[in-house]
């Protein structure tokens, strides 16, 4: 039973090109959320989503950040037009519902250069 | 969205001491959960609390969710080294699904 699965691991991106990060969910978890985490920082609420459905992206910038979680395949939080601000590590986390059962990806780094 | 205040931000003890650190919230949780992050890895669920009142234990580690459901803390008793990591506290508030995270209280165990 594979746990909650996030690729790439690195993710290094030039200034104004586009990083993909992607996370599937673990098998029979519906609900997807995504943080971000500065270097020496806690977690940051971006996004969460249920299949097909942004339930709650309060956390997430208005602009160049997008997430989707389709009827079949990953979750994907795209960020358009990377900035070294962007720079942070991006953790996915997945749930069958709510709280119970909430597991972690090891997370992608995204290093903007 | 709802805020919570997780302390001491770091400590640095001695290897065989108890460890203490808390999570409070300005507003009613219904889940209280505690994490732990090693370096370059995301985070490891420890304890998960889900009634007010509740006590629960694993291994070393005891946490409580505040009768008041404003609250939870964690215990370590007896640290070891590999206790170092970075403890995060976690919650869902009561109107919403969404889990809220403390901003990590840093431990470091000195042999």
């Known amino acids: 039973n594979a746990g909650v699965m996030q690729n790439p691991r690195h993710l290094v991106r030039r200034r104004g090109q586009e990083a993909r990060l992607r996370c599937s969910p673990m098998k029979g978890h519906s609900h997807v959320y995504w943080y971000r985490q500065l270097p020496e920082e806690g977690l940051k609420f971006m996004v969460y989503?249920?299949?097909?459905?942004?339930?709650?992206e309060s956390g997430m910038p208005k602009e160049r950040f997008s997430a989707e979680f389709p009827k079949e395949g990953p979750s994907i939080l795209r960020i358009q037009q990377v900035v070294r601000g962007d720079s942070a590590a991006y953790f996915c986390?997945?749930?069958?519902?709510?709280?119970?059962?909430?597991?972690f990806g090891s997370g992608t780094r995204l290093t903007v250069v | 969205g709802q805020q919570l205040n997780q302390s001491p931000q770091s400590m640095f003890i001695q290897e065989g001491e108890d460890v203490s650190m808390n999570c409070t919230s300005s507003s009613i949780f219904n889940t209280w959960l505690w994490y732990k992050q090693d370096p370059g890895e995301g985070p490891v669920l420890l304890i998960a609390l889900y009634k007010a009142g509740e006590l629960t234990s694993n291994g070393r580690l005891t946490a409580q969710f505040g009768i008041t459901r404003k609250d939870s803390f964690l215990n370590i008793s007896a640290s070891i080294p590999s206790d170092v990591g970075i403890y995060f506290c976690?919650?869902?508030?009561?109107?919403?699904?969404?889990?809220?995270f403390g901003a990590g209280t840093r431990l470091t165990v000195k042999p």
């Open positions: 986390a997945s749930s069958p519902s709510g709280a119970r059962g909430y597991t």
């Open positions: 976690a919650g869902t508030p009561y109107n919403n699904n969404d889990m809220r």
């Open positions: 989503l249920q299949k097909e459905n942004i339930i709650d």
